[in-house]
């Protein structure tokens, strides 16, 4: 090892030392202080809050540190680009194949009654199942909501050969091996449900991604999302000039306000003030990272479907440099929603969103999570390049997510659950509190445990191993 990574690693692990040393003295030092001299509990509690805000920095930091001095960086891009082109190369085989007469195909209608964000997962479902049944996916996109004359309007087509519904056999799903042509349903009503959906990682994949990334089955559904949001040329020409139109740079936090119809609904009203907490700590460990700042204003990219958002913004946060623009929110009004204008807007928003260095939204909404995907196709690891004001990372219609629980856990009290190591919990959400729920499967129970405590636990699928195309 060299030597910055053997001062990095001591440094760390000082580090988290000093972290519980300083709390376990000011906690220590409260309890015995009981002088009416004491200054006021929010006071010190405040004060507490800001310093130990820091030594997490500061922490985040030194394992920043680490991973760059730890020599492995260019096997990591590399291992990164080898496998992000071999999904690449395996869909464009299994999207052309040489005759579309004889070829086996699965057909999805791009109509499912919802936004863009919604339909753009609901054909990522459909390529997924498409992959992992060895099927050609072809689009019935006529008569899209969002642009009458289809799909191939804006991005390119999902197969340069076959683009045909045909076949001398047709059935609806589940259908049999030999049946020529399938139609899947949308995955909320798909029966029987194919063991291919989300959070699945395929068996060939999996430990070269359980290797590589902080959440396998996030990478591999980016994989299809990247493919399918090709653009047209002139779609490209636009987001290019829209991104030097803005001067969207690096770094930059993307934000992304869901308002309108989603609040009350779907969803909680979330000020903008609480937004910017998290991209004020997004920063302050940047600047831990980085040993000190560059001395360049803080870039924001504002996305919504609001668009008094971006005043507000401005008006309360001075110090910041808010990219966007208020005209594409416009373009998301609910009541001229399902237009090419909303189209490109949303399209557009979801660019700029994926190219910032951090994501702090919603989870909620699908708008922020196909940005958060599109991310990982362009970093080696942006597993935790988020903060979400809500839900965790899902997949509307997953499987369930579960995990493994790492250390043992005693109920505090009824609202919390016991956990044995090794017991699989089936997680409902994270309370961003240090807490997360779920189930305990062993014990069948519904309640709180600290987040750190359990881990992911990888759904390894068998899916086809596409022989043909080489590794
Ligand atoms: P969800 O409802 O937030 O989960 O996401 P959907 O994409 O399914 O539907 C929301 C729709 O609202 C989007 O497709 C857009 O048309 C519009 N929208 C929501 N947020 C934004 C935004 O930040 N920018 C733009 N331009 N449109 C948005």
Redesign the pocket.
């Given at each position: 090892p060299s030597l910055e990574y053997e001062l990095a690693r001591r440094q760390s692990r000082r580090d988290a030392d000093e972290l519980w040393r300083f709390v376990r003295g000011e906690l220590t030092a409260w309890r015995k202080d009981d002088s009416s001299k004491a200054p006021p509990v929010a006071r010190r509690l405040e004060k507490l809050q800001d310093s130990v805000r820091q030594y997490h920095a500061v922490i985040r930091g030194d394992l920043a540190n680490l991973t760059v001095a730890d020599g492995w960086e260019t096997w990591r891009r590399r291992e990164a680009d080898q496998l992000a082109d071999l999904m690449r190369r395996r869909i464009d085989f299994l999207q052309n194949p040489p005759d579309c007469a004889t070829a086996k195909k699965l057909v999805c209608n791009l109509n499912k009654v919802?936004?863009?964000?919604?339909q753009l997962h609901h054909v990522a479902y459909c390529l997924t199942v498409a992959y992992g049944t060895g099927r050609t996916l072809v689009l019935n996109s006529r008569n899209w909501r969002y642009n009458r004359a289809g799909w191939e309007q804006v991005f390119q087509p999902l197969s340069g050969t076959c683009q045909d519904a045909g076949g001398r056999s047709k059935a609806a799903w589940p259908g049999t091996a030999d049946t020529q042509v399938l139609t899947l349903p949308i995955i909320d009503v798909v029966s029987p449900r194919p063991p291919y959906l989300p959070l699945a990682v395929p068996a060939d994949l999996a430990d070269r991604l359980a290797r590589l990334h902080g959440d396998p089955s996030v990478w591999f559904t980016a994989q299809f999302v990247r493919y399918l949001m090709r653009p047209q040329q002139h779609l490209q020409n636009d987001l290019d000039a829209f991104v030097k139109r803005v001067q969207l740079r690096n770094p930059c936090v993307g934000i992304?306000v869901?308002r309108t119809d989603?609040v009350g609904t779907e969803a909680a009203f979330h000020p903008i003030e609480e937004y910017m907490q998290h991209v004020h700590e997004f920063y302050e460990r940047r600047q831990m990272e980085a040993g000190g700042g560059d001395g360049s204003r803080r870039c924001v990219y504002l996305?919504?479907?609001d668009p008094s958002v971006f005043q507000d913004a401005v008006n309360k946060f001075p110090d910041y440099t808010f990219l966007g623009d208020p005209s594409?929110?416009k373009?998301?009004a609910v009541s001229s929603?399902y237009t090419d204008a909303?189209l490109r807007?949303?399209i557009?928003?979801i660019h700029a969103l994926s190219l910032t260095d951090h994501l702090v939204c919603t989870f909620?909404?699908?708008?922020c999570r196909v940005a958060y995907e599109l991310m990982q196709t362009m970093h080696v690891d942006a597993a935790d390049w988020f903060t979400s004001l809500d839900d965790i990372y899902y997949y509307g219609g997953q499987s369930p997510h579960e995990q493994t629980a790492r250390f043992a856990h005693q109920p505090a009290d009824g609202s919390e659950i016991a956990l044995s190591p090794g017991d699989t919990v089936g997680i409902a959400g994270n309370h961003w509190n240090g807490y997360s729920k779920g189930e305990n499967r062993r014990l069948k129970k519904v309640g709180l445990y600290p987040a750190y405590k359990t881990r992911d636990k990888l759904r390894v699928v068998e899916f086809p191993r596409y022989p043909e195309v080489p590794l």
């Open positions: 919802c936004g863009f964000g919604c992304h869901r989603k996305a919504s479907d594409v929110s373009t998301a929603r909303s807007g949303v557009t928003d909620s909404s699908q708008v």
